[in-house]
């Protein structure tokens, strides 16, 4: 975590850069405001919004990994809820202006045909930002994004084997330290088998599906859970958020390319198979242990 607060910051100048050297280029007489409420060739209005909001969705992947690590923090009720949506406002307003600054500086065009579009924004400010530095801070933020990944994806694996959802096996934890080091072996394992896929692209398309899904489950839990009663005091949110976010990605998931289905509901079959799996092999394991007590 102590590396990811550095990256953070890291990746953080970097969008501070782009912003600042567009305001420069703004300010002296450069760039085109008007490109800001242009849309693309051939696009409506609710059409290049969703497709512009599944783009930015993607953007926002990492928010939800912090309630993998709730545990980790002290007094979670107090300061998960300020720091969850501090950060949201905060990463909101920072991709907005970015959005902004891209527009004023580039034509769209150039954006999309563009592999680098925020060094191509930066150089068309005209402000000597070295090239090698702004792509030292977009490799750090590649790393800082694929390291909160690994950090969700060992405490989801964790605690779905606490629940007795996976193998007891990824439960497992360092005797010092209480890190779940097998779960970290194993999802390590899996995100570099993925990577041998080549097209990173579909794998950002398809973490996108299958998150859609995930809040959608979420907020439909939020519905169901807070009929429940309880003793202690929890955060609580307005109904209408939970509708609203029910039917935001009911609406996003029909934005979403074919190819990505197929290849999402095949990790999705995986994820069940291994589910039974573990439930039969937890189930034959219980047989045994009331065959030896009965023999006791």
Excluded at 54 to 82: D, H, K, L, Q, W
Aim: net charge neutral; glycine share 10%.
């Amino acid at each position: 975590m102590g590396a990811n607060l550095v990256m953070t910051l890291i990746e953080l100048s970097g969008l501070v850069i782009v912003i600042v050297v567009v305001a420069m280029l703004l300010a002296g007489g450069g760039g085109d405001p008007g490109r800001v409420a242009q849309l693309p060739t051939d696009a409506a209005l609710p059409t290049a919004v969703l497709g512009g909001a599944i783009i930015a969705y993607y953007s926002f992947v990492g928010f939800e990994t912090s309630a993998n690590v709730i545990e980790e923090v002290r007094n979670p009720r107090r300061s998960y809820p300020r720091a969850l949506f501090a950060s949201l406002i905060t990463a909101g307003i920072v991709y907005v202006l970015v959005g902004l600054a891209s527009a004023i500086a580039l034509p769209p065009e150039d954006l999309v045909e563009s592999s680098g579009p925020l060094l191509d924004v930066v150089a068309a400010a005209g402000v000597g930002v070295p090239a090698w530095l702004f792509s030292l801070i977009a490799l750090v933020a590649v790393a800082n994004g694929a390291l909160l990944t690994m950090i969700m994806a060992s405490r989801l694996t964790y605690g779905m084997s606490e629940q007795g959802l996976l193998p007891g096996v990824l439960g497992r934890v360092l005797p010092k330290r209480r890190t779940p080091w097998v779960a970290i072996l194993v999802t390590t394992l899996i995100a570099m088998l993925l990577t041998l896929i080549g097209d990173l692209g579909l794998l950002a398309e398809t973490v996108v599906l299958l998150l859609l899904f995930v809040f959608l489950s979420a907020n439909v839990s939020v519905l169901v859970l807070r009929r429940d009663r309880v003793e202690h005091d929890h955060f609580r949110v307005w109904t209408v958020i939970p509708i609203l976010g029910i039917a935001s990605c009911i609406l996003l998931l029909t934005q979403q390319s074919g190819v990505v289905w197929p290849f999402g509901a095949g990790l999705l079959v995986v994820g069940v198979a291994l589910f039974f799996a573990t439930r039969w092999l937890r189930s034959r394991a219980g047989e045994s242990v009331r065959r030896v007590t009965d023999r006791g």
